[in-house]
Structures are given as C-alpha cells and as structure tokens.
C-alpha cells in the first residue's frame, strides 16, 4: 500500500528525548515512509537523539541551535547536499527562562522577552526563509506548536504567551508569503503535555490534571495524537490549508471559563 509520505524528506526541529512531542511527530511521520533529518539544540541533547534514532529509518542527524543564523544556514546546506530537497518542516521548539515563567508578567525582563521571543517565535521565520530554497515548488508543508496561551491568559505561561501569539500571527504571514512558492504553513495548538520544557512553567501539573478533568475529551493529549494531526498537516491530506491553527485539546479551548 503507499504510504502518505513515500519519498518525502521531512526535517524535525526539537527532540530533546521520548516525551518530546518533536519525538512524536518524528514516530508519526517516519511510518508514513519519510525520510527525515533530526535536529539537536546542543551535544547534551543530541546524545539522546542519536539514542533514539535507530527507531526510525536511518535519519540524518545534525546540531542546529536556532539562535545562530549560521547553523540554519549550515543545516540547510547539509540537507540540500544530502537530499536535494525538502518536504516539509516540523518547528518543535521554544524556550524562555525558567524565571519568567512564574509570578506576575509585569515582571519580565526585557532581556528574557527578548530570548523568548528570538527562540519561540523568529526562529520560525529565520528557519523558513532559509529553507525556501529547498522547499519551493514542492507543494511543500511547514508546521510549528502554539499553545492556548497565546489568545487567552493561563497562569505563570506569561511571556511565552506572548511568544506563541507572535508565532501565530507569523504564521499567517508566512503562509501569505510562502504560498505562492506552493508552501504551506500551519501551526498546532495542543494542550498541555509533561515535558522538558513545559516542566519549566509552574503549576504544569495541576494545568494538566484540570484539563483531563474539563476538556470534552475527558483525557490528557499525548505526543502521538499531535504527531498525528502534524501528519495530517505535512501530508496531501491538508493540501487546501494554509495559515490555521489547528487545535489538539480534547477540545478544551471551546470551554467558556
Ligand atoms: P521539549 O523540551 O521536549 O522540546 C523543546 C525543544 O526546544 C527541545 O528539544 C529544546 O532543545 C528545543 N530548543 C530550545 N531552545 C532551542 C534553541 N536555541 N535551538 C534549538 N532548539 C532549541 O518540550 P515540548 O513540550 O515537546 O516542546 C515542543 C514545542 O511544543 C514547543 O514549541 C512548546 O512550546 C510547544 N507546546 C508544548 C506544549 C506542552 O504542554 N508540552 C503544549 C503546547 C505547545
């Protein structure tokens, strides 16, 4: 039978280990039959990547931290060198300091919503400008992961809130300037999950246990359901869509206060 994804070349963004909804999505993919390259923030990490890679079909593996243009650069000549090409795109990545993410927002730093909004939301955009070369006229596909906390207020999330709102409102953008190069880009909005990086926003736990307990759902989301609907995204499937967020949350984000 042929599989969604034969023959593509797919780049993740943002596995750090197991419980990374980047790892999820990589799962997702590769048994559709693409082809992908890993990325990894630092050697740290990327021990846990080259761990995990042999589940997958013999990815390629390289170190890419966002902040640096010349390491997107190099990443993007790396993959043009070894696949000629690129398929789609899986931005799983965001980072603030674990300070800023607690108490009030009106105590942020400007220094920390500066970081944050460089690595959560302009990494997008410095990724996808770099990419293009590699994706146009490929009906090629571009995804990245939002959060509720972007629209509406959530405890402590503060400054990646206002990350992610921007990351929503570049991928309108984006998918304006992108689409006539036959690109689409979307992003996920998915509830919350225990991660490495959502462990650093206080009060994860009980925001996730809340929303088992209110979400239509009745459950927690799990990195396989927003691998599945990153699939969907990547893949001819969704080839009519372009600029949405579209949510993975059990449908909480219906529910009035
Ligand atoms: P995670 O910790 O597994 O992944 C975050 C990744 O970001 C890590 O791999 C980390 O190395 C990477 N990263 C941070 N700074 C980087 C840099 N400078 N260069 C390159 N990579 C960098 O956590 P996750 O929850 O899987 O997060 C993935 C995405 O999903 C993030 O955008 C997050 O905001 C979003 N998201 C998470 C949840 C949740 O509840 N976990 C909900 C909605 C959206």
């Not at 013999?58 to 243009?69: F, N």
């Not at 674990?98 to 460089?118: I, Q, S």
């Not at 809340?210 to 699939?231: C, T």
Request: proline share 3%; charged share 20%; net charge neutral.
């Amino acid at each position: 039978m042929t599989q969604l994804l034969e023959g593509k070349t797919g780049l993740i963004m943002g596995v750090a280990n197991k419980r990374s909804i980047a790892w999820g999505i990589a799962n997702s993919v590769s048994k559709e039959g693409a082809r992908l390259v890993l990325t990894y923030q630092n050697e740290r990490l990327g021990e846990n990547v080259r761990a995990l890679a042999p589940q997958l079909n013999d990815p390629l593996l390289v170190q890419c931290d966002v902040s640096s243009d010349e390491q997107i650069q190099a990443l993007m000549a790396r993959i043009g060198g070894e696949a000629g090409g690129l398929d789609f795109i899986a931005h799983v990545l965001a980072f603030a300091p674990r300070e800023a993410l607690d108490g009030m927002y009106a105590d942020t730093k400007r220094d920390d919503f500066r970081v944050a909004l460089d690595i959560s939301a302009y990494s997008l955009i410095a990724v996808a400008r770099a990419a293009l070369p590699l994706m146009k006229d490929r009906q090629a596909a571009i995804v990245t992961l939002t959060y509720l906390g972007a629209e509406r207020v959530i405890q402590n999330y503060n400054v990646m809130g206002v990350a992610k709102a921007a990351l929503e409102a570049s991928v309108r953008y984006l998918a304006n300037d992108l689409g006539p190069h036959g690109i689409r880009v979307n992003a996920i909005s998915a509830g919350p999950i225990k991660t490495l990086a959502s462990s650093a926003v206080g009060g994860i736990s009980s925001m996730i246990k809340l929303h088992a307990e209110r979400a239509p759902l009745r459950k927690q989301v799990d990195i396989d359901e927003v691998g599945d609907a990153a699939l969907f995204l990547v893949s001819p499937l969704s080839r009519g869509i372009s600029g949405e967020v579209i949510y993975v949350d059990g449908g909480y984000h219906i529910l009035g206060v």
